[in-house]
């Protein structure tokens, strides 16, 4: 139950810091993105704060534990490469932003609170997901190389080696 909790409460967080930022306004988020005409840059504001909030306590929180409080192992991203398939989803996302005035999170709290709009972004963003999913399948499929479906992701073992172990300096 406490990890439900913990999920609830983040989410809960999340949104509210959504809705009082502005990013759940589709205005706000395209007024951000006219650079060239009337841009509205208070929403790089709120990015820089989240992106220096996380910077300071991931480092504080890795450096001071070795686990997470309600998992087995920090979940760290491994690669470091940019590939064709990284810069077209980037692309494919910023255009869905900008087309839509809605990015993922923003849009699931708009879409529960009712707005047509949204709920619109999200049976779109829902129907891309799983087209990507289709295709990165039918894709490593046909080489015969991984299993993308979510059952397969889900049943993935973390990795053996823990969050405090990469921040330690080579021995």
């Known amino acids: 139950m406490k990890p439900r909790l913990l999920a609830l409460v983040a989410g809960a967080l999340f949104g509210v810091g ?42 504080v929180v890795l450096a001071r534990r070795s686990t997470p409080i309600v998992a087995d192992a920090f979940q760290l991203p491994t690669r470091k490469d940019v590939d064709a398939r990284l810069l077209v989803g980037a692309a494919l996302f910023g255009v869905g932003w ?31 997901l799983l087209a990507a999913q289709r295709f990165a399948g039918d894709a490593a499929s046909s080489r015969g190389t991984i299993d993308t479906s979510a059952a397969a992701i889900a049943s993935e073992t973390p990795p053996s080696t823990t969050a ?8």
């Not at 923003?106 to 529960?112: D, I, M, Q, R, T």
């Not at 405090?164 to 021995?171: F, W």
């Open 18 to 59: 959504l809705c009082v930022s502005g990013m759940t306004r589709p205005d706000k988020v395209l007024g951000f993105l006219d650079v060239f005409g009337a841009w509205d840059a208070s929403l790089a504001f709120v990015m820089g704060g989240a992106v220096t909030v996380y910077a300071v306590a991931s480092r």
């Open 98 to 128: 900008g087309l839509g005035g809605f990015c993922p999170g923003p849009g699931l709290v708009s879409g529960a609170s009712g707005s047509l709009p949204a709920a619109v972004f999200v049976v779109g963003m829902s129907l891309g």
């Open 164 to 171: 405090a172990s990469r921040l330690s300096p080579p021995t």
